[in-house]
Nanobody
């Protein structure tokens, strides 16, 4: 049974940093591309960042490019999202997701999802 568990969310002021973690179990982690998505109240879930199986390639939404960094540690079965220079518009529930083999950026292309962690950025 595949399980993804996020951690690291919280309440911070604008300009602060947070690092989210997503630990996987029940899967051969290095066989899966990983992604981070977020959903703000009243809005659809949106792509934030993705990383290929061995971290050769990374992808970012334009809204976070230059501020967020996705990385992974396959030995620890964990993917990270370093978020710097946070803005109030980054407030959302952040979820990690996994899909086998090829990297993707669309919600519908990911097979497994975590429950999410709340990130709130105050102005």
């Amino acid at each position: 049974q595949v399980e993804l568990v996020e951690s690291g969310g919280g309440l911070v002021q604008a300009g602060a940093s947070l690092r989210l973690s997503c630990a996987g179990s029940g899967l051969t982690f290095s066989n899966y591309a990983m992604g981070w998505f977020r959903q703000a109240p009243g809005k659809e879930r949106e792509f934030v960042a993705a990383i290929s199986r061995h971290a050769v390639s990374t992808y970012y939404a334009d809204s976070v490019k230059g501020r967020f960094t996705i990385s992974r540690d396959n030995a620890k079965k964990t993917v990270y999202l370093q978020m710097n220079s946070l803005k109030p518009e980054d407030t959302a529930v952040y979820s990690c997701a996994a899909r086998p083999w090829a990297t993707a950026t669309a919600v519908r292309e990911f097979d497994y999802w975590g429950q999410g962690t709340q990130v709130t950025v105050s102005s």
